[in-house]
């Protein structure tokens, strides 16, 4: 799986995203996962505090956690390619920068 880092349309400059790669379009991985937590999983509390900790707000913070922060986007693989549609979580590479 590839990574990225980017910006969606709305964020600001600051506020870079982690991003990973699933049929051709950008899935961003924090809020996937958010809210794979709340649909999937039913978490009905602290669903972005939970998801902030797996994939933090920036790149930076993600590599720091090392070797299980780089596997723990293959684990979202098949759920949120399931429901990529659903969470409207994915971009294109027109509206990432």
């Known amino acids: 799986m590839k990574l990225y880092l980017g910006l969606t349309e709305n964020s600001p400059p600051h506020l870079t ?3 990973a790669e699933m049929d051709g379009r950008l899935v ?3 809020l996937a996962y958010a809210v794979y937590l709340a649909q999937v999983q039913g978490e009905k509390t602290n669903t972005y505090q939970l998801a902030a900790f797996h994939f933090p707000e920036n790149i930076a913070a993600f590599l720091q956690r090392g070797e299980p ?8 693989t ?5 429901q990529t549609t659903k969470l409207n979580v994915a971009y294109t590479s027109t509206t990432t920068r």
């Open 17 to 19: 995203r982690v991003f």
């Open 28 to 30: 961003d991985l924090n």
């Open 69 to 76: 922060a780089l596997q723990a986007p293959g684990g979202l």
């Open 78 to 82: 098949a759920p949120v390619q399931a």
